[in-house]
């Protein structure tokens, strides 16, 4: 098996680095970034754009459906709109959530998602990655971290983004979306039966990249 071939997929709760982490494994590697997040992000962007009511599930699939949705790391277009900045901000991520868990939404950009990693070579990262959308991945890591580290890291990359935060209200909002996910009826959070569960609190980014990293050589070399 070559590097350039491997599909790795990196799960994991709100705040917890998947991002940072997969968008950093993939530079390294040479491989396609593949944010699921953002996808559902872009969707809940158009749909609050469109004033579409977000408990229309149709609605929003259909939106879904006809929505042309490009990643190019960092950046973000929606219908060749850039959307980079709009997709994080707290109104998005309010009610990101609600949209991520409509089975019809999660099955149109499920099936996006997998004819990205059709051929290998891809780092994606989500929520139901190595469970759902690419159970046979190469390398399956589930990345955790103590709710308070994530809130904590969620507030100063709010205010690096240039909104405002309030650590208290997102502590809650957190702790919210952790519970939408993990008892979703489709396609819930959780790792994977074979996924390494790593805990970033206290570790550094590079710390991290380096302990998939190694993981990734071990795939290859044939190692367990």
């Known amino acids: 098996m070559e590097m350039k071939r491997l599909t790795i997929a990196i799960d994991g709760p709100a705040g917890a680095g998947k991002s940072t982490v997969a968008r950093r494994v993939a530079e390294e590697m040479g491989l396609l970034y593949v944010d699921t997040g953002a996808m559902y992000r872009a969707i809940t962007w158009k749909a609050l754009q469109s004033g579409i009511d977000l408990s229309d599930e149709q609605g929003v699939a259909g939106i879904a459906r006809e929505t042309e949705i490009e990643l190019n790391p960092p950046e973000v277009r929606v219908d060749g709109i850039r959307v980079t900045e709009a997709i994080r901000s707290p109104e998005v991520t309010q009610h990101v959530s609600k949209v991520a868990k409509m089975a019809e939404v999660r099955r149109v950009l499920v099936e996006k998602q997998r ?58 909002e957190i702790k919210q979306r952790d519970e939408m996910d993990e008892n979703r009826s489709h396609s819930p959070l959780r790792p994977a039966a074979d996924a390494v569960i790593m805990d970033t609190t206290g570790r550094s980014i590079d710390e991290v990249v380096s302990m998939i990293l190694d993981l990734c050589r071990t795939k290859v070399s044939g190692g367990e």
């Open 115 to 172: 004819r990205l990693a059709r051929d290998g070579g891809v780092v994606m990262d989500g929520r139901d990655i190595g469970t759902h959308v690419l159970p046979d991945a190469d390398v399956k890591v589930f990345l955790t971290a103590s709710l308070e580290e994530r809130v904590r890291r969620r507030h100063l990359e709010m205010i690096r983004r240039g909104f405002s935060s309030d650590p208290d209200r997102l502590y809650q």
